[in-house]
Nanobody, 127 residues
């Protein structure tokens, strides 16, 4: 069982930055590929970014490429999402998720493939 706790969300002005953290407990993350998703009120949960077990393969949704960066520190059992040049958008809750992945460079963009989820952290960007 993996427990995930997100932090780092908050209120930021357009053009600003936030760094989200996802701290894991219960299991080491070395066997898990990780993902970040976001969900606005009344909308589906959408893929944002993913990183493989090795850290060598990362994927992003098109709207955040070049502005968001996912990384992992297995020594700290933590995954990060650096968000730069944030755009005004509807409030969204950002979730991190974990899935066991045996090919070390495998990533998944699909929320249904992730087994463990955090409780989410709210991000609001104002214009």
């Amino acid at each position: 069982q993996v427990q995930l706790v997100e932090s780092g969300g908050g209120f930021v002005q357009a053009g600003g930055s936030l760094r989200l953290s996802c701290a894991a407990s219960g299991r080491t993350l070395t066997n898990y590929a990780m993902g970040w998703f976001r969900q606005a009120p009344g909308k589906e949960r959408d893929f944002v970014a993913a990183i493989s077990r090795s850290g060598g393969n990362t994927q992003y949704t098109d709207s955040v490429k070049g502005r968001f960066f996912i990384s992992r520190d297995d020594a700290k059992n933590t995954v990060y999402l650096q968000m730069d040049s944030l755009n005004p958008e509807h409030p969204a809750v950002y979730y991190c998720a974990a899935r066991e992945a045996f090919p070390r460079d495998e990533v998944s963009l699909f929320s249904s493939s992730y087994r463990y989820w955090g409780q989410g952290t709210q991000v609001t960007v104002s214009s």
